[in-house]
């Protein structure tokens, strides 16, 4: 539907076998032409989390924290 303005972290093993890295940047792409503000994060490791991952998914939160919400 809408996502406009929503913030997404998006992390994706460049080996996995359970989701190709190609559908990964489709969804990428698609999230962001819904309006989604889409950090992004490509790792070389297969269908899991590695601590890169986890390191920068922490920082991106972190990250949120300083940002006012909007007003709706």
């Not at 998006?10 to 190709?20: F, K, L, Y």
């Not at 503000?37 to 922490?58: C, F, K, M, N, S």
């Amino acid at each position: 539907a809408n996502a406009a303005g929503l913030p997404v972290f998006w992390g994706h093993g460049t080996a996995d076998p359970m989701i190709p890295f190609q559908r990964g940047v489709e969804g990428r792409r698609a999230l962001r032409e819904a309006g989604a503000i889409v950090t992004t994060g490509d790792y070389p490791i297969g269908h899991g989390i590695d601590q890169r991952e986890l390191a920068d998914a922490a920082d991106w939160l972190e990250s949120l924290r300083a940002v006012p919400e909007p007003a709706r």
